[in-house]
């Protein structure tokens, strides 16, 4: 059996989208002989919320757990300056000084062995120094475990994989100046040229990639689902005078939630008998804006509810026990959350599959069709005409029938396997 040390920042209990990733590794590495020793930070898990991210540890020492599945290792975390400040003071003071203070350890980071990630760095090589170990998989972001990953792999002579979640310099995301942007790409294309192979989720990530380090070779292994009990799959909900939508996860500015709460508000005006509800889960959304949403859709406001993020396995009984989940068209790029609804067995709206001028056509429209899983809708037209359908078939059948089929392909379990068989072949 082959041993992969596995630097991962955001791992369970921390709630994450990011943390299922490697937290799937974990899980089921050992059924294809491979033997996982996973390093993370210990997450608190006090606020419910993004301050978790920067609050401390619970512990000055680090935390192992022996466990069926593989080892982890729990390192301290002792938030910064600009963290505290953070959590003392909240988000709208002290902003300058806190970018100015994140800014000096993004950078001084990737030439020293400082800031608040740096435990693991340290966690990682106390181990190597004492336990033999195949190959080291680093998982970013955040990207400074790359560095750590080709240090390590340079003072024990390990091979090590790059495994992007998201794209790192190109990531259209995330605000940057130019000196960071510059900065960024020069270290980017140095520490990952030393890597054994690199790896990401989606053809659109692997060429953002490609833009910066001018590689050719890139492995996609996309995220994928958790297997779910079949039992839970067949009950949305004792409720079958409402239709049921549920949203999980991040909203972009390309999102067009405006034009879908109009379609909502304009079916329920053209028939009052029309009843919905409507959960966002895990929303990027300020306390303002979601008061700014409520107040504008006042028709919906009794029946609009935004909720924080919760653990996996809570957001997927959340997820079945809707007849409907909304899925925002992202064109080229795939994402996770159209793999937490084929889990789901949910019927998926897609809004809007439309493509305007410039736009590519969208890899999630291509998956709900393969699966036939939910529908492509056009536009605010087409909506309002799919509610209307859907009213009806609630009424009349008791639910909201999904049949999709295929969908296993897209097992978190199976991706394992892939990236298994993967390792043992460049070991």
């Not at 806190?98 to 106390?126: C, H, N």
């Not at 004492?130 to 790359?146: K, N, R, S, W």
């Not at 790409?185 to 054994?196: F, G, R, Y």
Request: net charge positive.
């Amino acid at each position: 059996m082959i041993r992969v040390l596995i630097l991962a920042y955001d791992f369970p209990p921390y709630v994450s989208v990011g943390g299922l990733r490697p937290f799937s590794w974990f899980s089921h590495f050992k059924e294809f002989d491979v033997e996982p020793i996973v390093i993370t930070r210990q997450w608190g898990n006090v606020y419910g919320n993004h301050l978790d991210f920067v609050a401390p540890g619970w512990s000055k020492e680090l935390v192992i757990e022996e466990l069926p599945q593989g080892t982890i290792l729990r390192t301290p975390y002792s938030p910064n300056l600009s963290n505290r400040l953070l959590m003392r003071f909240g988000e709208k003071r002290f902003r300058w000084l806190r970018k100015v203070i994140s800014g000096y350890y993004e950078v001084l980071q990737f030439f020293f062995v400082v800031g608040p990630k740096k435990e693991l760095y340290k966690a990682a090589k106390a181990y190597l120094a004492q336990h033999p170990v195949d190959v080291i998989i680093a998982t970013g972001e955040p990207f400074v475990l790359f560095h750590y990953a080709r240090k390590l792999s340079a003072g024990f002579d390990v091979p090590w994989i790059a495994d992007y979640r998201d794209p790192w310099t190109n990531n259209n995301t995330r605000q940057q100046s130019k000196v960071f942007y510059l900065m960024n790409k020069l270290v980017e294309k140095n520490i990952v040229a030393s890597a054994k192979s690199i790896q990401t989720v989606s053809d659109f990530t692997a060429n953002q990639i490609k833009q910066i380090t001018n590689l050719k070779e890139i492995v996609i292994f996309p995220n994928g689902y958790d297997d779910a009990p079949s039992e839970g799959h067949k009950s949305v909900s004792n409720n079958t005078n409402c239709i049921r939508i549920a949203f999980g996860g991040r909203i972009y500015p390309w999102h067009p939630i405006n034009e879908f709460l109009e379609g909502i508000c304009e079916s329920i005006k053209s028939n009052v008998e029309i009843k919905l509800e409507i959960n966002f889960f895990g929303v990027n959304l300020s306390d303002e804006q979601k008061h700014s949403f409520k107040t504008k859709f006042s028709l919906l406001s009794d029946n609009l509810h935004f909720h924080d993020a919760i653990p996996n396995h809570e957001y997927q009984v959340a997820l079945r026990s809707h007849h409907v989940l909304l899925l925002f068209n992202d064109y080229r790029i795939l994402g996770t959350k159209i793999f937490d609804y084929l889990a789901a067995k949910r019927r998926i709206w897609l809004c809007f599959s439309k493509v305007n001028e410039g736009e590519e056509k969208s890899v999630q429209a291509e998956i709900i069709h393969q699966t036939n899983a939910g529908i492509s809708i056009v536009d605010k037209i087409h909506l309002i005409r799919e509610i209307d359908n859907v009213w009806k078939e609630l009424i009349n059948h008791g639910d909201i029938r999904c049949e999709s089929v295929n969908t296993e392909q897209f097992s978190r379990r199976l991706q394992v396997a892939r990236l298994a068989d993967f390792v043992k072949n460049i070991v």
